[in-house]
């Protein structure tokens, strides 16, 4: 199958417990390969707050999620990972802030 990023930016994006994640905002590729590297997704509410995302009140959180936890696109862009697996891809400050508040 063969998309454009004009095809994906604004597709659902669905982590593997079901949650609705956000939506695909940019795509990034791997400039020696020309190989879609990563996808920024525009996270919802709920879930950057439950993954500790950065967020503001007039700007969402965004998530860099590499395509090796990508299963399927269709439709919609299914991960591989739970929710709370995106925690792995967090800014490492964002990250520590999220373990804390978990504790």
């Known amino acids: 199958m063969r998309l454009s990023d004009e095809n994906l930016r604004g597709r659902t994006i669905i982590a593997a417990d079901g949650q609705v994640v956000g939506e695909i905002t940019a795509l990034f590729f791997e400039s020696d390969a ?3 590297e990563s996808l920024q997704a525009k996270l919802g509410k709920d879930i950057a707050d439950q ?3 950065d967020r503001s009140m007039f700007h969402a959180g965004t998530l860099e999620i590499p395509v090796r936890m990508i299963q399927s696109v269709s439709d919609t862009v299914l991960l591989s990972v739970s929710a709370h697996g ?3 891809v ?3 400050d964002a990250r520590a802030k999220a373990e804390g508040a978990a504790h």
Do not use: S
Request: proline letters at 8%; glycine letters at 8%; hydrophobic letters at 60%.
């Open 90 to 92: 967090l800014p490492m």
């Open 51 to 53: 993954i500790g995302a």
């Open 86 to 88: 995106l925690r792995e």
């Open 34 to 36: 020309w190989r879609v």
